[in-house]
């Protein structure tokens, strides 16, 4: 909103992108290089780009034995990191059962809707039982949220993932999306969700 205003006042032009997984980083770093419109430029991003995945993604491969063909359930305050969560789990094989945001609008669901496979709940600024209950009917392995809903998680016998603002891990860039692949498979595989039976509500 910030941005827009400074743009319908002063002129200021900008781009509203996301540095989270590999795939909106790559598109973030080449739109904002198009718009220079700059040659060289364009070409020290693709460089850099191509030398960053390269860096990254054999680890992200060998994470993927652990994580693949499991469920997630990611509920977070915007939507707009909602669609980037989709698209990093997907590099994990990891398919989103159910998704939603507390201040997502109209449009932000007409854009998860054409994202995500079919069959999969998305919910709009929802509570602790009514997700529980989509987690439940799901049979998620994996819970991406804020503080607010770590506890249902556990409560239900499900690994969580933390995707709030007061992480000690950051989870931008390149880097950041290996950081949190390996947060994920540890998650999922970890053998403690065996000895902890799944409950059928908080």
Known sequence: HLAKLMQEQYGIPFIQVSYFGIEDTAKALYDVAEFFKSPSIIQKTQDLVREEIRNVMWRIKELRNQT???LAAIYVGGAFKA???IKALRMLDIKTAVVGSQTGTFEDYNVLKSICDEGTVIVDDSN???LSSFVIEKN???FIGGVKERPMAYKLGIGFV???HERKT????FKGMLNFCEEVA???SSPVWKLIPRRKGV
């Open 186 to 188: 540890a998650t999922v």
């Open 170 to 173: 950051a989870l931008a860039g």
């Open 162 to 164: 933390d995707h709030n």
């Open 128 to 130: 602790p039982g009514e």
């Open 68 to 70: 693949c063909g499991k």
């Open 140 to 142: 998620v392995d994996l």
């Open 83 to 85: 669609f980037s969560l």
